[in-house]
C-alpha cells in the first residue's frame, strides 16, 4: 500500500487530489510506417480508468500508441522489457542505436532515484 491506496482500488475523479496523479515522463518517441509510438515511465499514483481514476502502486514503463484517439500499448514493470518492445515496433530491433538505448537506461535509472 502507498498512501493507504490499495493497488487497483477505484474512485471518482472529483475525489482525486491532483498532486496523486501518477507523474508520466516520456522517454523516446519513435514510428514506423504506420504510426508513432511513445517510450514513457510512470510513478505510482491515480491514473485513468475510463470515466474513473485507479490507484497503481507500481512503478511502470509503457510503450504506447494513438489509434481511433484511443491510446493502446501494454506496460512493463521492467525497463529492459519495455525499451525491448519499443525498438520491435519501431523497428530499431533491425539496426539497434545501442547509445540511444543506453541513454534511456541512464534516464530509467535516475527516475527511480527520484
Not at 510506417?33 to 502502486?57: C, I
Amino acid at each position: 500500500m502507498i498512501n493507504g491506496m490499495k493497488h487497483g482500488q477505484i474512485a471518482e475523479y472529483g475525489s482525486v487530489k491532483s498532486d496523486e496523479f501518477s507523474k508520466i515522463t516520456t522517454l523516446e518517441t519513435g514510428t514506423n510506417k504506420r504510426r508513432e509510438y511513445r517510450l514513457a515511465h510512470h510513478t505510482p499514483g491515480w491514473e485513468s480508468a475510463g470515466s474513473m481514476a485507479r490507484w497503481n502502486n507500481n512503478e511502470v514503463w509503457s510503450v504506447t500508441f494513438e489509434m481511433g484517439g484511443a491510446i493502446n500499448g501494454r506496460r512493463f514493470l521492467s525497463f529492459d522489457e519495455a525499451q525491448n518492445l519499443f525498438d520491435i515496433w519501431t523497428g530499431k530491433n533491425d539496426i539497434l542505436d545501442e547509445q540511444n538505448s543506453n541513454y534511456n537506461r541512464d534516464i530509467a535509472a535516475s527516475i527511480r532515484r527520484i
